[in-house]
């Protein structure tokens, strides 16, 4: 007879195995975290290598042409993003100089309405200074471990490419051949998910940089095509990335105009594109199957900063996703897959609890299974 513990003892096992299971992961971040990106990209390339292969070229051959695609679109970018940061660099004297003028003008300020002195101003910005020193040491090992993995992410993906047989039928293997359906029925959504994800992202991002460009054009506002494109690209990151996006283009204006009308528009304009983003282009390009309620989202993305840092927050969404295609299959973790969700109870009590309402197929989505 199977022996059924107490509640109380149950949840302090599970939360004790979950704190044990999140240290772990922080305390190998360095190789996790590109482990991590390495197989998204790798569930991601999956289609063009499987493509290469269907047309008689080898295994190898196949993953090598796909990863260096890759690396030739991710160059692409990055040039594209250096030429314009060169362009900056070149009017950095005249920024700096207007930029002078503006602390020198806040200095007056301060001294005329609040009585601090620019000595006193001169302490609180040394003092500020010093405890940033620790911030910029971490910042400086943040960006060492960003060439390992350069290095590594590379490896890991054509690792992972290599052995996806083997990966696959261990994940078989480690469950019992009666749950081998749902096993397979996990993996393909998990695979799905992840690749309309990663696809709806890249499309979101074409997008709202495009959006971005041509507001900052027509408000005029210098290095509109830069701010951008990093705009775009910090809205990957759940919530705290829109902040930095929409702040980046009202300081430049700042610093190169003046009054606050240009600040203004930006904000109103980049308000504008949020709404757009999440009401259109959200649901009809990037929305996956796999529905996280917004309370989930917030917790998780901020959760996986704490872990992670920004890596985690990239990486959060994707992860939560699978648990929820995960507890949505397994029978006693079906309510824990209902409170990821988005479905909200009609009714407190009776069979029909939930609602069923037929969720149309997102762009990204439609790609990914025509391409299966």
């Known amino acids: ?25 922080f305390i190998l971040r360095d190789i996790m975290v590109p482990l991590a990106f390495a197989f998204m990209i790798a569930i991601l390339l999956n289609p063009l290598v499987n493509f290469f292969v269907r047309n008689n070229i080898s ?3 196949a993953i090598t042409i796909a990863l260096l695609l890759a690396i030739l679109f991710v160059t692409g970018i990055m040039y594209f993003i250096s030429s314009q ?22 200095q007056v300020w301060l001294q005329t309405n609040y009585s601090l002195t620019t000595a006193k101003q001169s302490e609180l910005l040394r003092q500020a200074a010093q405890s940033l020193h620790p911030l910029i040491g971490e910042t400086l090992s943040n960006v060492f471990g960003a060439f390992s993995f350069i290095f590594l992410l590379p490896v890991y993906i054509f690792l992972a490419l290599f052995y996806k047989t083997l990966i696959v039928n261990f994940l078989y293997e480690i469950f019992s051949e ?9 993996l393909k959504q998990t695979k799905s998910a ?43 990151l759940p919530y705290t990335g829109g902040i930095i996006a929409i702040a980046l283009p009202v300081i430049i ?31 009809r390009i990037v929305s996956s199957q796999v529905k996280i309620n917004a309370l989930v989202s917030l917790v998780i993305v901020l959760m996986g900063g704490e872990l992670w840092g920004v890596a985690g927050m990239f990486l959060s969404v994707p992860f939560i996703a699978v648990l929820k295609i995960i507890f949505d299959r397994v029978e006693g973790l079906r309510p824990w897959g209902k409170l990821l969700g988005t479905e909200i109870p009609v009714e407190t009590m009776g069979a029909n609890w939930w609602k069923n309402k037929k969720e149309r197929k997102s762009l990204s989505e439609d790609i990914v299974e025509r391409n299966e």
């Open 85 to 106: 940061v060169a362009r900056f660099s070149d009017n950095w004297p005249e920024l700096k100089h207007r930029l002078s003028e503006i602390f020198n003008n806040l």
């Open 1 to 25: 007879m199977e022996k059924k513990y107490p509640f109380f003892i149950r949840s302090t096992v599970t939360l004790f195995g979950i704190i044990l299971f999140l240290g772990m992961l």
């Open 178 to 186: 009666k749950n081998s359906k749902e096993v397979s029925t996990i």
């Open 253 to 283: 204006a700042t610093i190169t105009t003046s009054g606050f009308s240009t600040q203004l528009a930006i904000i109103g304009a980049y308000a504008a594109i949020q709404f757009i983003d999440n009401n259109f282009i959200v649901p």
């Open 194 to 236: 992840i690749q309309s994800y990663m696809v709806g992202l890249l499309m979101e991002a074409i997008i709202v940089a495009a959006l971005n460009s041509a507001a900052l054009l027509l408000l005029g506002v210098q290095y509109a095509i830069l701010l951008g494109v990093l705009g775009a690209l910090l809205n990957v």
């Open 59 to 61: 295994k190898v051959v």
